[in-house]
């Protein structure tokens, strides 16, 4: 890309030095920047540069830092989004309900933030079609995979003798690995190993539901705590008094607890999660490597889950008193509020894994170097792929999910993946060595688009809640002057005002009328396309079969043709 030179540029010695691996891990984060520099024009073209050219109206602070001018108020407002960034245009309390130059916000706003998933989807799907048959065409079956290892496995864009002696144990593993997989699948086990087996894999699976039951607690209270934090500062604040050191780092703590929470336990549990799956029997080691995958993703958007549930709890309250036009909330601004709590899971992630890449792997690598007993037990720091791009997915999802409550969040989300890339860069050429475990990078990208894909619906849940089930502020954000029961309400609005003749297309083309026929001829569709592929794999079976029994009959003739040459050999003599 003409606009990303420096990802060029590193591509080419990272395929030089590392293989196209570790490349496809640079090529996903830049694929990842540019689809946020798309989503964060979306926002500011649409949303920011109007706010800034319309007239500011007053909007209802927490008010929680606002009272002192200390500098260490000041960091923590950077951290926790509150105090100087509170009232800026990053969160949502800012934004104005009213018209700039004909130019109305409230129906911008929405419709920018349907924009911004539509054109993710749209993205994402067309890069994951390239992607499918670029895979399609350069992958390999099962019928011919040792040949294809023995002649397409080397990487010819190595250019650095150390990482071609690594390519070459790689290859040698992979060979290891598929004659280990095929006779551990072809094994069969005694009735008592394979009873143990089940036995250990539900205790296992047993644990592990108990491991994210108390994640689940552990952030739900670690919410509420950070709630409490955020009423008893703005209590203690309201008259304009001034914290004191302690107390303010005791409430930036306080209110932090979530996130810390959330980055301990995204920390600690992938890692048990690798012991606990060697404990299962698993007949290979690919079906533990994607076992501990699957699981650390579902910790990951788990926690997330839990997260927005107990913020929409906490936030319950503050819409219904809307309804209800009581003031029993202490956030009148509860958008801005939830908004804060993702922009907190974004600065302490983005701290969690820098310190980790910078300062944990070039420990590593001392460490390597001088004690014999971390060269024996845990060897050379590795480029480990597939937990690079798991920390892109949840980067990725907490822009999702947080474009909504603070629709600058994406340009945060860039800067962030742009530091990242540097410091990942710096620790790969002076820490790391390639992987020994064989990554075939078409295959693997298909499926880290693939739970892309999934994160992007999980995160639009939350977000689709917040639009369609609850009352908006009344006192900030661009739907605060619409006498509106939930902000999707301002769609009705919408159709209203259009043409006679175009209100009854769009009222049509909303109707159960028009939705029923609609959904049943796409289902009608699924299944004629479900079963076309269906008959299609087993028309590729049949052609699979067909080629082993060619090669069997070529296996055949050229024997016996060798023994007519033996025997007329013979006769000569």
Known sequence: CPCCPIYISTSLSSAG??????VSYFLFLRWLVLLNILLACLMIFFVFIPQLLGTHTDTTSLGNLTASTEWYTHIQST???????????????????????????????????????????????????????????????????YSNKTFGAWDFSITDFS???????????????????ERALREVWPFEKTLRAYGRRILVNIAIFLMYLVAGVCIYFATVESVEAVEARAKETRGGETLSYSQSVSFFFRELAAPLVIATFDLIFPTLFQVLSLQEMWRTPRTETQLTLVRTVLLRLSSLGVLMVSVFIEIEGCSNSIVKQTTDCDRPCWETF?????????????????????????LWRVSYKKFDWIKNTLGPPEFFIAKSVLELLYAQALLWLGVYYAPLIPIICIIKLVILFYIKKGSLLT????STRPYRASRQSN???????????????????????????????????????????????????????VEDILEFLGSAAFLGPLLLMLLLLLYYYRALSKAQKHNITLLKEQLQLEGRDKQFLLSKVRRMQTQLAQMAG
Do not use: W
Not at 92 to 116: D, H, Q, R, S, W
Not at 164 to 179: G, H, T
Not at 431 to 434: A, E, F, I, R
């Open 17 to 22: 030095r590392f293989g196209t691996g570790v």
């Open 79 to 145: 951290i926790t989004g509150q105090g100087y960034l509170e009232d800026t245009e990053l969160f949502y309390g800012v934004y104005t309900e009213k018209e700039v130059n004909g130019y109305e916000m409230p129906y911008a706003y929405l419709i920018t933030i349907f924009m911004v998933f539509l054109t993710s989807l749209v993205v994402l799907v067309q890069s994951m079609s390239k992607a499918y048959r670029k895979s399609y065409v350069q992958g390999t079956t099962g019928l011919y995979s």
């Open 163 to 181: 990482t071609a002696q690594q390519k070459a144990i790689s290859i040698k593993k992979d060979f290891e690995e598929e004659i280990e997989n």
């Open 338 to 362: 939830a908004g804060q709590k993702v922009y907190q899971l974004v600065i302490i992630d983005f701290v969690v894994v820098i310190t980790a890449t910078a300062l944990g792997e070039t």
């Open 431 to 434: 820490n790391l060595k390639p």
């Open 447 to 501: 499926i880290f688009q693939l739970l892309l894909l999934f994160t992007l619906f999980l995160t639009l849940i939350p977000v689709g809640y917040t639009v369609v089930r609850l009352t908006p502020s009344k006192q900030c954000g661009p739907f605060r002057a619409l006498d509106l029961e939930h902000a999707y309400d301002i769609i009705p609005k919408l159709v209203k005002r259009a043409p006679d003749g």
